[in-house]
Each structure stands twice: as structure tokens, then as C-alpha cells.
């Protein structure tokens, strides 16, 4: 079965509502309608912008994709701070991130929480990508596939197979976020692979077979078509390049296979 490559633009904590609407027109104008056919498109911005995003989206009735990059387990009460499932299903977004390496180290999320946030986005109809990745310690020491493996495992737990179905999984290997190092193409597709191959045993070839895995961490035009020709990536999540409009239309032109708009 032939998986539609996924780009995913990760804004981080960048771009105020205003720059949003500028950089969704950008990548509007860029990106021929055609190329949604061969690539689905997605943007992460900050929960600050996504109301924004989303009145221009179905204002000009745009193709593009958008989601958030966190949300809290629960469904709404005293937790000062979070937003809901429920809040961002209202906004229409179709993905959110789970378990990004910065929540994971910066916030201190475990596993336990990332399968929570898993649940809560499943719940409320918002496919999660689900992020898994190891430090550069951990490579050096050979556990990389361990380390992912376990990951996954711990971020799916007590999912039924249909819901399985429905994530996306993204390895971002923490050593190369943001660092302008990215893994080669061997190097990802080895643990996109292996990642493929625990949801085999897990649950089955077809879910394994229909699940998006993607791969993060300094993907740019220069190096995402080396990376989805490997048979196991399926797209990319993209932070630094994603800000860039006239990088990221080039990036997800390239990963649906070209030619450049
Ligand atoms: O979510 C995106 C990743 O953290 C990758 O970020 P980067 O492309 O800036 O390395």
C-alpha cells in the first residue's frame, strides 16, 4: 500500500498571528493546488495563531492542513495553562504533536503523559504525532532502537488496533534538532524501519503497513528527497525550515516527488 507523504511544519514558540497569516498566504501562493494530491500538507503553529489560521484556511477554502503541537489530557477545569482536545477540535485542527523531544526534556513529559495526550487527541477526532527519538548519548551507546522502540511501545499503550491506525509517528533523534545535523538517510530509515516493525508485531502488517512514520530533525530542500525515498519515511516534520515560505514550498514540492512550483 502506497502511504501519502506527510510535511509537517513545527513553528516552535516563532511567528505571532499576524506573521501566521503571512506565512499560510506564502505557502498558498507557492504551492499549487496539484501537489496536494501527491503530499499532504500541515502547519504547527503556536495555539496563539491558530484561530487566525484557520479563518484564512476556510476563507480561501485552502488544502492546507493545520494542527497544534500540544495539548493537555484533559478535557476542560482547573488546569491553568493547557488547552483541550475539545478547544483545539472547535479550531478544526487535524494533527497535534505528542511527545516532541523539547516537552520531553523541557517540561519533563514521560511516557505515561505522551500516552495520555495520545488518548485525549484520539478522543476528540485530532490524528497525534506521536514523536519518538533518542539523545546523542544513547546512539553512542547503540540503544537507539531500544530506546525508540520502548517509546512507542509506552506512547500506544492500551490503544485498540483501529485507533493504532489513526497516529502518526515521527522519529526525531534529539541530536538532530535544530543542529543542522541530520541523520543520514540509512541512519533513519534504520529506526523508521525498526519502528515500523513494533507496530507489525504489535498490531498487525496492515496497521503497520498504513501508518505514517516520518522523520525529523534539520530537514530541509537539500536533503527531504533523499529521505522520503527510503521505503519506511513517509514525510517530514519540519521546524527551523518550516518558517521559511519559500523553503518549506520547495521542501514539500520535493517530497511530493517535484517538480519545483
Ligand atoms: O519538530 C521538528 C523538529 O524538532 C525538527 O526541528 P528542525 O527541523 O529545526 O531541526
Redesign the pocket.
Known sequence: MARKPLVAG?W?MNLNHLEAIALVQKIAFALPEKYYAKVDVAVLPPFTDIRSVQTLVDADKLSLAYGAQDLSPQDSGAFTGDISGPMLAKLGCSFV?VG???RRAIHGETDELVNKKVKAALKHGITPIL?VGEELAVREAGEHLAHTRDQLIEGLKGLKTEQVQAVVI?Y?PVW????GKVATAADAEEVCKSLRGTLSEKYGDEVATAVRVLY????KSGNVSELVAADNIDGA??????LDGEEFTKLCALAAGGPLP
Open positions: 513545527n516552535k504533536t516532541h523531544s523539547e514523536c515521527a526525531e538532530a534538532i535544530g543542529t525529523g530533525g534539520s530537514v516534520l519540519v521546524g527551523g525550515a518550516s
